[in-house]
């Protein structure tokens, strides 16, 4: 035992952070779950809401302010917390027992709920912690340092950094927020058992030559020789270490002893996790693959694991995406890109896919994929940005995508605009076009940046995340598992929901919040925007009257409710449009215009 606690990794927990931690997680479950009609508050007047517990003893008072899209901007200082009339202190964790049956908490899910909003708090008592950086210092930052500057996670989600499994060392190497160097773990499986897949122009040879070098797989190969094994027998996969130490080296103990699997070691290169926390950007060679591994970690209503069935067609899926981008006039005119998945490697344990059903956590324990690095596309000037980043608010309120408009020089609205063309324009254009979804969220969006003006986009995480809704498109048959079937009233949502409630609200609210750019003018630059593009494909005419983007309403779709439903497995990957949570409808910003 150690005398004192500080070394034991918890000195960022203290009552001052965890009481700002808390008041923060407060203020967005208060906001997203009104948003979401989960809870309905009480006007008090003058901006002033009142919300009460499960059993009316216990009040909650707050300001706030609201937005298009029934959007809360609750003030986070403003909150208070009565029982039978006298104040008492907040804490988070007894918020959610308050609202229990409010929130349709059931007895089997509440407990690992609070788990994950314990961790998401231990997170945000973690990055109080930092050094404070300015939006403005953040904006000209480097790629992974705006990366590793994120404080908020998902907008959406309020637990949405929970990391079930991890321990607080691991968080302190593993969390993107760390911003810890790690060098990922080499298992060599036997061939027999795995399997590989490469994009067009690509082997495997090649792939492990490039991002492991000679030096490295010669020290491989001698490893494997003294336990009279030959290099060449086997596949080598790349591990997260957290995934190596507590779960293969375990569960995978039998595949290890009987040398189905051979542990080499560490490779040389040094990595940062990136804000998915199982994908890794390389530091030390900016221009090399990404890689993403599985990782048995329950994070925001997912184990994070990589099946290795599903891996095969990955880098098939890419070149059929790219290669319908390349040949697109408006996409390349718009600058659009995707950083494709060039190669898959999973390995398969045979008693365990003999044991589960499709699905299982335990056939997505060992897989990885490579995926190219936007790096050596970026022109003089440019620089590279999570889209993420432009919600981001440092702690003086002010946010990244202001910072990005003073930089700029511009007109707020133009600035816009001009971000606007480089992201939602090839979101329009794949959907009337191709009938083709994207799952078009911050973190899945890198921006390209030159002088604080969004040059273009570049999208990411493609094989896990797109969707062809056309049930009578032509696809290769290695492609045909992109194929959705979606009812037609649903479709829009994909622009609707991922693009405007989930990201345009907070991006107008903060800008709004800021005095920045006003709502009125944010929401008549988009609908400009949407009127611009239909403009310039008038042969779509017919699309654009079936799905409407201007239609009066749409329905709500409650990210949230999914998973205070069920938090292990929010939805059903293989019918993701039957596992939506609808509640009423909210009022399209873009219908007035």
Same mark, same amino acid.
């Given at each position: 035992? &150690? ?36 809870? &309905? ?9 009142? #919300? ?8 909650? $008072? ?33 918020? *959610? ?7 349709? !908490? ?13 961790? &998401?708090?231990?997170? &945000? ?20 340092? #705006? ?5 908020? +996670? ?12 991890? +321990? ?51 020290? *491989? ?7 009279? !094994? ?9 591990? /997260? ?25 560490? +490779? ?16 030390? =060679?900016?221009?090399? /693959? ?58 398969? =344990? ?12 335990? %056939?997505?324990?060992?897989?990885? %994929? ?49 971000? %606007? ?7 329009? /254009? ?10 078009? =969220? ?27 809704? @056309? ?13 959705? @079937? ?35 003018? *944010? ?20 699309? *654009? ?22 938090? $292990? ?25």
């Amino acid at each position: 035992m &150690t005398p004192h606690p500080a070394p034991a990794g918890v000195a960022h927990l203290t009552p001052e952070r965890w009481a700002v931690a808390g008041r923060l997680l407060i203020r967005k479950a208060l906001a997203e779950f009104s948003h979401e009609r989960l809870l &309905t508050p009480t006007p008090l007047g003058d901006g002033r809401y009142s #919300v009460r517990g499960d059993d009316e003893s216990v009040e909650y $008072r707050f300001a706030a302010r609201r937005f298009a899209l029934d959007h809360w901007q609750v003030d986070a200082g403003s909150i208070t917390r009565h029982r039978h009339g006298s104040d008492i202190p907040l804490d988070a964790l007894e918020f *959610f027992v308050e609202l229990r049956s409010t929130l349709g !908490l059931s007895a089997e899910i509440l407990p690992v709920y609070l788990e994950e909003i314990s961790s &998401t708090l231990a997170g &945000t008592a973690y990055k109080l912690t930092k050094e404070p950086t300015t939006a403005a210092q953040l904006a000209v930052a480097g790629f992974q340092a #705006v990366e590793s500057g994120m404080t908020e +996670g998902h907008p959406c989600f309020v637990a949405n950094n929970g990391r079930l499994g991890f +321990g607080v060392d691991e968080y302190r190497a593993y969390a993107p927020e760390a911003a810890a160097g790690i060098r990922l773990v080499w298992l060599a499986a036997r061939r027999d058992r795995a399997t590989f897949t490469a994009g067009a122009g690509l082997d495997y040879t090649s792939l492990i030559t490039g991002e492991l070098g000679e030096r490295t797989l010669a020290v *491989f190969g001698e490893r494997m020789r003294d336990l009279g !094994l030959d290099l060449d027998d086997y596949l080598l996969i790349p591990v /997260h270490p957290w995934q190596w130490w507590n779960k293969l080296a375990v569960t995978f103990a039998g595949e290890v002893a009987q040398r189905h699997l051979v542990c080499l070691g560490e +490779g040389e290169d040094t990595y940062l996790a990136q804000q998915s926390i199982r994908t890794f950007f390389n530091a030390d =060679h900016p221009g090399k /693959h990404y890689v993403k591994t599985a990782l048995s970690v329950l994070n925001m209503g997912f184990m994070r694991g990589l099946s290795a069935a599903y891996m095969e067609a990955t880098p098939a899926i890419n070149d059929w995406l790219a290669g319908l981008v390349e040949r697109d006039e408006l996409l390349r005119g718009a600058g659009f890109s995707i950083i494709r998945e060039r190669a898959a490697v999973g390995y398969r =344990h045979r008693t365990y896919e003999a044991a589960t059903a499709k699905g299982s956590p335990y %056939l997505k324990m060992l897989a990885a %994929l490579w995926r190219e690095s936007p790096v050596p596309g970026l022109a003089p000037g440019e620089r590279l940005a999570t889209m993420a980043s432009l919600l981001h608010t440092d702690g003086e309120g002010r946010s990244l995508a202001g910072a990005l408009v003073a930089e700029s020089g511009l007109d707020p609205a133009d600035w816009l605009r001009r971000y %606007l063309d480089a992201y939602l324009v090839p979101v329009l /254009h794949c959907f009337y076009a191709y009938d083709l979804v994207f799952m078009p =969220h911050g973190e899945n969006v890198i921006l390209v940046v030159e002088d604080g003006v969004v040059r273009r986009t570049v999208f990411k995480d493609i094989a896990e995340e797109i969707a062809v809704m @056309d049930p009578d498109a032509v696809l290769p048959p290695q492609v045909e598992r992109i194929r959705a @079937d979606v009812p037609e009233d649903m479709k829009l949502l994909s622009v609707l929901t991922d693009v405007f409630d989930c990201f345009f609200r907070f991006l107008a609210a903060g800008l709004a919040t800021e005095g920045v750019l006003d709502e009125e003018t *944010f929401w008549r630059t988009v609908a400009a925007c949407v009127r611009g593009y239909q403009e310039a494909v008038p042969q779509l005419a017919d699309k *654009f009257e079936r799905y409407d983007m201007f239609t009066e309403d749409f329905a709500l779709s409650c990210l949230n409710r999914l998973q205070l439903r069920d938090n $292990r497995q929010m939805v059903d990957l293989d019918d993701p449009a039957g596992a939506l949570q609808l509640t009423g409808r909210l009022r399209n910003p873009i219908a007035a215009y």
